[in-house]
């Protein structure tokens, strides 16, 4: 199925500087690089079952957006089911840009957490892109969403022994099994 919007998952923490990054992040895409193409989940909403949130998950494909290494962006999408398309692990891509999580503010990030958030912003734009791409090779398969009963959260950080990822470069995979990202094809 062709790419028409892509959906993103921010982790939903609050006492990880990754975190704010993440959850800013997702709405410079949404309101600012990829308007109209971005849509932002709502975790409450999402696994609770509200339909649009679920059909915006089962019609676009997802980026995940982990603030730490414990994936609440990966997660969301682990709880139902669905294996996102890209993720971005902001800890280590903030490394290797050379951004220093420390000196971000959890509660309005100014500075470097509003720099970091932008850099991630434009790096998941990107990501879209190639898939909102018209010719594009990039197919996106609808997913069925299937609750995993008695769980509520991965124990192990990173999605160790549930998911499988293919490092692209530092802090940004893509899970096994999923698709190659278009980025990935023109570099071959």
Same mark, same amino acid.
């Given at each position: 199925?062709?790419? !028409? ?8 923490? /609050? ?33 609770? &079952?509200?339909?649009? %949130?679920?059909? *915006?998950?089962?019609?676009? #494909?997802?980026?995940?957006? %982990? ?7 990966t997660n969301l999408l682990y709880l139902?089911? +669905? /294996? ?5 692990? +902001?800890? @280590? ?6 951004? %220093? ?11 470097? &957490? ?7 912003? @434009?790096?998941?734009?990107? /990501?879209?892109?190639?898939m909102l791409e018209r010719g594009s %090779?990039?197919?996106?398969?609808? #997913?069925? +969403?299937? !609750?995993?009963?008695? $769980? ?6 990173? *999605? $160790? ?5 293919? !490092?692209? @470069? ?16 023109? $570099?071959?």
């Open positions: 199925m062709a790419v !028409r919007r892509v959906a993103l998952h921010a982790c939903g923490g /609050i006492t990880r500087p990754g975190s704010t990054v993440a959850r800013l992040a997702v709405y410079y895409v949404a309101e600012e690089l990829l308007p109209e193409k971005a849509l932002v989940s709502c975790a409450p909403a999402f696994l609770r &079952g509200v339909e649009e %949130d679920v059909l *915006m998950v089962q019609k676009s #494909p997802s980026i995940a957006l %982990d603030g730490c290494e414990w994936s609440c962006g139902a089911g +669905i /294996i996102p398309a890209a993720r971005i692990l +902001i800890p @280590e891509y903030a490394e290797a840009c050379g951004y %220093d999580l420390t000196q971000v503010n959890l509660r309005f990030p100014t500075g470097v &957490g509003r720099d970091l958030a932008w850099a991630v912003a @434009e790096r998941i734009a990107a /990501i879209g892109r190639g %090779d990039y197919r996106f398969e609808r #997913p069925g +969403i299937v !609750r995993r009963q008695g $769980e509520w959260f991965r124990p192990a950080p990173n *999605m $160790e022994g549930a998911l499988e990822f293919v !490092r692209l @470069e530092p802090g940004v995979y893509r899970p096994v099994g999923m698709p190659p990202l278009p980025e990935e094809s023109r $570099e071959a």
